[in-house]
């Protein structure tokens, strides 16, 4: 196929730019031009007629977690900790959690996210490694991933007392490397879900974060965590973590540390889980009085008062996570933006870019995804409608008129 121009709409390229009336060209598997207006396309050239539509980079979820079980059409009742978790009574094989994560790649890749960089897998072993390099190779579809570790506490009863010294810690970062994964996920804090008060519990010492920083740097791969309680951030940051999960409790010395290393790291709330656990999630056992011993209640008000700050200091937080749980099935990620919008006061425009180029940051590719530029990779969208002033817009699959990963079509226009 020769060029593609797509033209005749607006154009939001990411940077957070106005959108502006012109036309992208894509030539392979890269983005030849951006321009304002509309120009004849040259002979032989394939047109796609974007009246009455934007075209936009392709979304990037900051946080996640293919090999959850749920995803639209597909809930798994069985996983939803603490009310029921009889999933893991009858696990799948590593050929059957495959499947599942291929199928969980295809659906999120239909809701417009043309990649994504992992929060955690779901267990041990390399299911995520090897959706990573099928999705690379061709084999099925699905967003660009950067496949991360399972999601590592530190406790000696399941991990043995040895493996949960500063040289355990930093063993077992090189095991996850050597094993492929782009980056490896500790729970620094524990959670609310897991434990009452878990939120406020650190799980790793000074020196055992700093052995993980050390190992990460050594191997080449990224940390991840998961953090909520204010020690467990600034050991994140003091060590050298990529990504900071949630944050949802970080006082003010925390936030001074996020803010002097913000062009170092990325933040993500998983905003949308709390939201529907305190909200939405009655029919899976989740009322009100369950979501407050969850702590998903004072989570979520905690959220509200800190992102909104965060915002102002220009760390940069990312939208989704959390995704793949049936309160929160994949291919539902795009809420996350409306919400970034209603309860942390961005506008839509801010929560796009956090979408779209700051998802390039995260992933490593700054220089070729995330935004419209010449030279980029040509992953993007045609939405119906204006996101820039609705970003609910890209919450209905039916208002993506095409999808586009590399230059090739996921999603054709009609």
């Not at 040289?167 to 090189?174: Q, S």
């Not at 407050?292 to 220009?314: F, H, I, K, N, W």
Request: glycine share 10%; net charge negative.
């Amino acid at each position: 196929m020769g060029e593609i121009v797509f033209t005749g709409g607006s154009v939001f390229d990411g940077t957070g730019r106005e959108p502006f009336p012109g036309e992208v060209v894509v030539r392979g598997d890269r983005i030849a031009a951006v321009r304002p207006g509309h120009s004849p396309a040259p002979e032989g050239a394939t047109v796609v007629d974007c009246a009455g539509a934007t075209v936009m980079p392709g979304l990037i979820e900051g946080h996640a977690h293919l090999t959850f079980p749920s995803a639209v059409g597909h809930l798994e009742p069985g996983f939803n900790p603490p009310v029921d978790v009889s999933f893991f009574g009858n696990p799948p094989t590593a050929e059957e959690h495959l499947a599942l994560a291929e199928r969980n790649a295809r659906i999120l890749l239909d809701a417009g996210f043309t990649s994504a960089y992992s929060a955690g897998s779901l267990t041990p072993g390399n299911v995520e490694v090897q959706l990573r390099d099928r999705i690379a190779a061709g084999e099925t579809p699905g967003p660009r991933l950067r496949a991360a570790s399972f999601e590592r506490d530190n406790n000696p009863v399941r991990h043995g007392a040895e493996n949960t010294t500063p040289t355990g810690v930093a063993r077992f970062i090189a095991e996850q490397a050597a094993l492929g994964f782009d980056s490896v996920k500790l729970l620094l804090s524990n959670d609310d879900v897991f434990v009452p008060g878990g939120s406020m519990q650190t799980q790793y010492t000074a020196e055992q974060a700093a052995a993980a920083g050390a190992a990460a740097r050594e191997a080449g791969v990224w940390l991840n965590c998961h953090a909520q309680n204010p020690e467990s951030i600034k050991l994140a940051v003091r060590n050298g973590f990529r990504s900071v999960y949630h944050c949802s409790y970080a006082d003010e010395e925390a936030l001074d540390l996020l803010e002097e290393h913000k062009d170092e790291l990325f933040t993500a709330p998983a905003v949308g889980i709390m939201w529907a656990n305190v909200h939405e999630a009655e029919e899976f056992g989740i009322d009100r009085a369950m979501a407050e011993r969850m702590g998903s209640v004072a989570q979520l008000e905690a959220q509200t008062a800190l992102y909104p700050e965060m915002r102002r200091r220009g760390i940069r937080v990312l939208p989704g996570g959390d995704y793949g749980f049936p309160q929160t099935p994949i291919g539902r990620n795009a809420r996350d933006l409306q919400l970034f919008v209603d309860l942390f006061g961005y506008t839509p425009s801010e929560a796009l870019v956090a979408a779209t180029k700051w998802g390039g940051e995260v992933m490593g590719m700054a220089d070729e995804l995330g935004v419209l530029a010449s030279g980029y990779l040509a992953d993007l969208l045609v939405v119906q409608g204006d996101p820039t002033r609705d970003v609910a817009l890209l919450q209905d699959p039916a208002n993506l008129n095409v999808i586009m990963q590399a230059g090739r079509f996921h999603k054709p226009a009609q």
